[in-house]
């Protein structure tokens, strides 16, 4: 354990537990401060990974997230929010704890210390694909399985942890490690760990996504409008890059069943859905490569 970074004693909230209560607030937000400072300094290996993450889905592969307890449900939580906001496949990005479905809500006692579980659970790789394995201390054997497996299929790999001594960065292919210290209540790395995870896993997600053409400028340009408020937002997306009125906006996206893209190409390039959608697939669906040369970039 003397290894394992997140398991030590953090001197700075030793009295916790007699602090008034804003106190202990703010003991934990000055912790949390150093989150983003950890994460900077792990920018350029979060710059290889999301590289090697979009040239992988360009080759048709997918992304899986493997962990255990917190790393496992922060996985699953990012790869969640992948269809709904770049539309997506959800077997284009999948989240895997150890344990299964019902370790979401429940701890599995066990799954992170079973080697050959991890093995299991990684058969669904290819060597197209790239499996991240998610974990704080960096030594759950279950992950240890995974990146065997991995291995086996010359599956691309890569570990985020907070343990550059942990096995994962051993083993895994590239690593990712933002090194926090010690948590403010001690192992508990559902704090600062968890905090940097979910930091970096949003950088893996978006920033691959952005690679592979799925915004325009900072627009979420292949959203799903699925409830009122995205339908609002996609109108005023079309409205902001078409530069037409809302009702303009509005009527584009009704003729091509709330397509971003068709609707913004029919209107700049003046074509029907049908021929807009052909466009953008002849384009591999990058707005800015197809409209380039129509708008101001």
Not at 27 to 35: A, G, P
Not at 111 to 137: M, N, P, R
Not at 228 to 233: C, H, P, Q
């Amino acid at each position: 354990m003397s290894d394992i970074i997140t398991e030590y004693r953090n001197e700075n909230t030793k009295d916790i537990d007699i602090l008034p209560t804003i106190e202990i607030v703010r003991k934990m937000n000055n912790e949390d401060k150093l989150v983003a400072l950890a994460v900077e300094d792990e920018a350029e290996h979060i710059a290889d990974a999301i590289d090697l993450i979009a040239k992988q889905f360009l080759k048709g592969g997918r992304l899986f997230y493997f962990g255990a307890g917190t790393s496992g449900r922060l996985g699953i939580l990012d790869a969640s929010e992948c269809p709904p906001t770049f539309s997506v496949s959800p077997d284009m990005v999948q989240g895997i704890i150890a344990g299964g479905d019902r370790a979401m809500r429940k701890s599995v006692e066990g799954a992170e210390d079973d080697f050959d579980l991890g093995k299991e659970d990684a058969k669904v790789l290819t060597d197209k694909d790239v499996a991240v394995v998610i974990s704080a201390s960096g030594n759950p054997k279950y992950l240890l399985g995974v990146l065997a497996q991995a291995d086996e299929v010359n599956c691309k790999t890569i570990a985020v942890t907070c343990n550059s001594k942990g096995r994962v960065a051993e083993e895994a292919g590239l690593v990712i490690c933002a090194e926090v210290g010690p948590e403010v209540i001690a192992g508990s790395s559902r704090l600062k760990a968890g905090t940097a995870q979910k930091m970096i896993l949003n950088m893996l997600t978006t920033g691959s996504m952005i690679k592979i053409g799925k915004t325009y400028e900072n627009f979420m340009i292949d959203l799903q409008a699925v409830n009122e408020k995205l339908k609002d937002r996609a109108i005023r997306i079309v409205a902001q890059i078409a530069d037409v009125t809302h009702s303009e906006a509005l009527a584009a996206l009704l003729k091509c069943n709330w397509e971003i893209k068709t609707a913004i190409v029919s209107i700049i390039m003046k074509m029907d859905v049908d021929t807009a959608r052909s466009e953008l697939k002849k384009h591999g669906g990058v707005l800015r490569k197809l409209i380039k040369t129509k708008l101001a970039v």
